[in-house]
């Protein structure tokens, strides 16, 4: 009988020092996300905004990404992910079509045709000294194109 609430005790100590240590790293970590903010070096490089013409569509593969640089010079960086099912999307004509289910969707990001319900996800994009630069750490979930989503250099 002793035997077993000895290890019952060393039980109930174990998994309280286990869960005392996640939550520890869950605080460290989430404290360490919000006072660290990314550097010009960890965002994808695209180029020089001089490289680009107005009116077309750049694909970036390694940054799974699309930059669409409208006819005003506003610029948006779309997620190469269909927002219906995660399918990668292709460039077509003017706009961009997923090869699973047909989703259509603008130069926008916007959908043309379902069965995608909400525009195509972006990504921040930052102009340093010319060069444009996209994070493509966390991409932003949107209903629907609005201008203040352009980034001009």
């Not at 869950?26 to 001089?50: I, M, Q, R, W």
Request: one cysteine or more.
């Amino acid at each position: 009988m002793s035997t077993e609430i000895n290890r019952r005790k060393f039980i109930k100590k174990a998994v309280a020092g286990i869960v005392t240590a996640q939550l520890g790293y869950l605080v460290y970590d989430a404290l360490k996300n919000t006072t660290s903010e990314l550097t010009d070096e960890e965002f994808f490089s695209a180029g020089k905004v001089d490289f680009f013409e107005k009116g077309k569509l750049y694909p970036f593969n390694s940054g799974n990404f699309y930059l669409s640089v409208l006819e005003d010079g506003g610029m948006l960086a779309l997620s190469v992910k269909c927002t219906h099912l995660g399918c990668v999307i292709r460039v077509k004509e003017e706009g961009f079509e997923c090869p699973c289910h047909a989703s259509a969707f603008d130069k926008y990001g916007e959908v043309l045709s379902p069965p995608a319900t909400r525009a195509l996800d972006i990504f921040p994009i930052r102009i340093v000294k010319g060069e444009i630069l996209v994070d493509i750490t966390q991409a932003i979930k949107r209903k629907s194109f609005d201008k203040s989503q352009l980034t001009y250099a």
